[in-house]
């Protein structure tokens, strides 16, 4: 399939900027949406440096979420669509609609345009936040037929954007999809090598623990996935027949706690870690803090819970074989020194 039309949503950001540097390497020609043309050289710049100097094999289109304009453009002659753009704000938004508006209706103007152009197959990125939440405690890891229950206790705006966003788009290709196919990947926290400034929010946390910026550690755990293999699995789930119909779980390993990843960043980085914090805050301290920060009343329902989630699928149905979780969030801390994004 090497040398199909593929468009990219998103393209300025961290999940699809690795998208667009694995499809370029596999001799992909490359569309990608931004909502500014004014970003284009930004992103190019950002591409050469990690090793890939697309030329005229990439294009670039403008076109957002929230409107319609520009999407049947960049959809037009493609062959694969991968749709990764998707709020993801590191501040709790004012209105939870702010992050479930865009998210579902955006899925949908990349669906319907993918379909009108007559796009093989659109993979769709989803979150483990569409599977692992708003559920009682779970006794086995979750899986792909799991999916977050919207009315749950505590449910983020960004859980239920990525919820109703998935939804949405499985009941499209249901009700009108014609003979496009559509495969969803759900990553976990996605962490990795930094290729700019404009990262993802999950980077934020190896940040925060890298510059001293939290004096200790809630108690709760989550996933961790590199985002090499996250556009790896992208990739499978575009070209694999067996991928059609299906969601994939990207996860690295049993999911970790903040302290789990604390201590891999001081075993492995040694001194460049010294800021690190590796004591456990209370969780009473936690829900006090809660009354005036919202960021932190985010996470009171997760304190103390153990998750997992399995990505046996992926590997089974796709041969997908990702990076080990230390190594994911070492190349992170390593990423951000070396671009000078951390605190001297």
């Keep these: 399939m090497s040398g199909e039309l593929v468009l990219v949503t998103g393209g300025s950001g961290f999940i699809a900027t690795h998208c667009i540097l694995q499809l370029l390497a596999a001799g992909h020609r490359v569309r990608t949406t931004v909502r500014s043309l004014k970003r284009e050289p930004e992103v190019r710049a950002t591409l050469k440096a990690a090793g890939a100097d697309a030329g005229d094999r990439l294009a670039f289109f403008a076109a957002d979420l929230t409107a319609d304009a520009g999407w049947a453009a960049a959809a037009a002659g493609c062959d694969f669509v991968q749709h990764v753009a998707s709020p993801f704000p590191i501040n709790v938004p004012r209105h939870e609609d702010e992050l479930i508006v865009p998210a579902r209706e955006g899925a949908l103007r990349v669906l319907r345009a993918a379909r009108d152009a007559g796009v093989k197959r659109v993979v769709q990125t989803s979150s483990f936040a569409a599977v692992g939440y708003g559920h009682p405690q779970m006794p086995r890891p979750f899986n792909e037929h799991d999916w977050t229950h919207v009315d749950g206790p505590g449910l983020t705006a960004y859980a239920k954007s990525k919820t109703l966003a998935e939804r949405a788009a499985w009941d499209f290709m249901a009700r009108e999809g014609g003979a496009m196919e559509l495969a969803v990947v759900n990553p976990v ?86 800021r690190v914090p590796t004591r456990e805050l209370p969780d009473w301290l936690v829900r006090t803090v809660a009354l005036v920060d919202k960021s932190a009343g985010q996470i009171v329902p997760e304190l103390g819970k153990r998750k997992n989630a399995t990505s046996e699928k992926a590997r089974r149905t796709l041969g997908w074989s990702p990076r080990s979780a230390e190594d994911a969030l070492v190349a992170t801390a390593e990423s951000l020194a070396r671009l000078g994004l951390l605190k001297r």
């Design 189 to 274: 926290g996605v962490f990795g090598p930094v290729l700019g400034a404009d990262f993802s929010t999950s980077i934020e946390i190896v940040k925060r623990l890298m510059d001293g910026a939290v004096p200790a550690l809630p108690r709760i755990t989550f996933g961790v996935v590199d985002v090499r293999d996250v556009a790896d699995l992208h990739l499978k789930a575009m070209t694999a027949p067996e991928a059609a119909g299906e969601r994939f779980l990207a996860v690295a390993g049993d999911f970790l706690s903040m302290h789990d990843i604390a201590m891999v960043l001081k075993n492995r980085l040694g001194d460049a870690a010294r």
